[in-house]
């Protein structure tokens, strides 16, 4: 019983470009949406968040956009840049401090 | 101010043996968790803790024990590895009042 997919396991895109990330989920109990990243031999890292009661979050590149009745999230980065290259999560909590993680989305930025 | 904090960074064991992976956060979190990540399935929840002296089953907790005797430390346990254990293992923490947690660097263990 998947909850969460990520469909797109690898994504490139011109520096300077949008980048656009998805996840779809099925479970209605969720309330709190992630997204972490994750650089090689490293530990994810939290990016940004947003709660069920907002549709959008921004926080400078990086916006969160949720739309509850298709049950889907997104991550935009504009404008993209190398660094940015890594592999993205989205996670999801329905209250209890545990997440569900999606499989992840490998983000590479060309220059 | 280390954050958090994973020993061993990697370690081969063969089947059966046992280890303990040591997880220590600095950042006076109440709750630890312990994932596993393998290719293709994202970051799984083993155990997690709510605070010391607690623990409880995440998603895929068979194979594996964990304590909490002290607040900065959750230790996760393999006491029979079988290869189906080799992964990268990352231990969690989060503030109760906040919703993000602070994950560390990832032990990479291999089960021959």
């Known amino acids: 019983d998947q909850q969460v997919k990520q469909n797109s396991p690898s994504l490139s895109v011109q520096e300077g470009r949008i980048s656009i990330l998805n996840c779809d989920y099925t479970n209605s109990m969720f309330d709190y949406f992630l997204w972490y990243k994750k650089y090689p031999a490293e530990g994810p890292t939290f990016l940004i968040s947003i709660s069920s009661i907002k549709d959008k979050n921004e926080d400078g590149r990086f916006t969160v956009f949720l739309n509850k009745s298709a049950k889907h999230l997104s991550l935009h980065i504009v404008p993209s840049q190398p660094g940015d290259s890594a592999v993205y999560f989205c996670a999801f909590s329905s209250g209890t401090y545990k997440y569900i993680f999606g499989t992840g989305t490998r983000l590479k930025v060309l220059a | 101010n280390a954050g958090v904090t994973q020993t061993p960074k990697f370690r081969v064991l063969k089947t059966g043996q046992s280890m303990t992976l040591l997880c220590a956060q600095d950042m006076n979190h109440e709750y630890m968790y312990w994932y596993r990540q393998d290719p293709g399935m994202g970051l799984r929840l083993i155990h997690y803790?709510?605070?010391?002296?607690?623990?409880a089953k995440g998603e895929v907790p068979d194979g594996y024990n964990v304590s909490r005797l002290k607040k900065q430390n959750f230790l996760l346990g393999l006491e029979s590895a079988a290869p189906s254990q080799t992964s990268v293992y990352f231990c969690?923490?989060?503030?109760?009042?906040?919703?993000?947690?602070?994950f560390g660097p990832g032990t990479r263990l291999t089960v021959t």
């Open positions: 969690a923490c989060g503030d109760g009042g906040r919703v993000e947690q602070y």
């Open positions: 803790s709510v605070g010391e002296g607690t623990t």
